[in-house]
């Protein structure tokens, strides 16, 4: 048995794909949200990994992000009678092609992910069963601002920090590049619970 890093195990745990061929930049995009995220959800407290091997050896890279919207947004949902979108913990086989997103690189939905709708407006995340959905909604991986607060940078978007995004997507460019036809990207979301 080959050794995996630790994530990836994780992953591979709950039945999830792990790119651990022997190509190079075969990306594992892996995000977790913190358990502390639920109750403040406008704050970048989550984490973003990508883990690939690169000559035969394992690299990872890892960056803060938020996995849920913004307190704006959670407020002010875009679709008000349904409520703010909140992805849903799993592996989403290619959902994500490079692309723009109001202008600036990122990675967009090209299929269908799972996501709630949170209508209460307390400010905090609602994961209610009941309003679990899968479609293509535009919930994007993009770059958000500068300062600790999400704001309006996510009604339901994966965000990171400007350069934190900008070096998300050239490890994104890498895989293209290193393997001609493979655009897509796989996303995986894990809860810190499933740890």
């Given at each position: 048995?080959?050794?995996?890093?630790?994530?990836?195990?994780?992953?591979?745990?709950?039945?999830?794909?792990?790119?651990?061929?022997?190509?190079?930049?075969?990306?594992n995009?892996?995000?977790?949200?913190?358990?502390?995220?639920?109750?403040?959800?406008?704050?970048?407290?989550?984490?973003?990994?990508?883990?690939?091997?690169?000559?035969?050896?394992?690299?990872?890279?890892?960056?803060?992000?938020?996995?849920?919207?913004?307190?704006?947004?959670?407020?002010?949902?875009?679709?008000?009678?349904?409520g703010?979108?909140?992805?849903?913990?799993?592996?989403?086989?290619?959902?994500?092609?490079?692309?723009?997103?109001?202008?600036?690189?990122?990675?967009?939905?090209?299929?269908?992910?799972?996501?709630?709708?949170?209508?209460?407006?307390?400010?905090?995340?609602?994961?209610?069963?009941?309003?679990?959905?899968?479609?293509?909604?535009?919930?994007?991986?993009?770059?958000?601002?500068?300062?600790?607060?999400?704001?309006?940078?996510?009604?339901?978007?994966?965000?990171?920090?400007?350069?934190?995004?900008?070096?998300?997507?050239?490890?994104?460019?890498?895989?293209i590049?290193?393997?001609?036809?493979?655009?897509?990207?796989?996303?995986?979301?894990?809860?810190?619970?499933?740890?």
């Open positions: 048995m080959s050794y995996l890093p630790p994530l990836l195990r994780s992953v591979q745990a709950l039945g999830y794909a792990v790119f651990d061929g022997p190509r190079d930049f075969d990306l995009l892996v995000a977790v949200r913190s358990k502390e995220t639920h109750r403040k959800p406008d704050l970048y407290l989550d984490d973003m990994h990508v883990i690939w091997k690169e000559g035969g050896h394992w690299r990872q890279w890892s960056a803060a992000c938020t996995t849920s919207p913004g307190a704006y947004y959670l407020a002010h949902p875009m679709r008000p009678s349904e703010c979108a909140i992805m849903a913990p799993g592996q989403y086989r290619g959902a994500y092609k490079r692309g723009l997103h109001k202008g600036t690189e990122c990675l967009r939905q090209h299929r269908p992910v799972s996501f709630y709708r949170d209508n209460d407006r307390d400010g905090e995340l609602d994961l209610d069963e009941s309003t679990l959905r899968k479609a293509n909604t535009g919930l994007h991986i993009h770059r958000g601002g500068r300062s600790d607060r999400v704001g309006k940078y996510s009604a339901g978007c994966q965000v990171l920090h400007p350069d934190d995004m900008l070096h998300l997507v050239k490890l994104c460019d890498a895989q590049s290193h393997n001609p036809g493979w655009d897509t990207f796989t996303y995986t979301l894990l809860d810190e619970a499933q740890l």
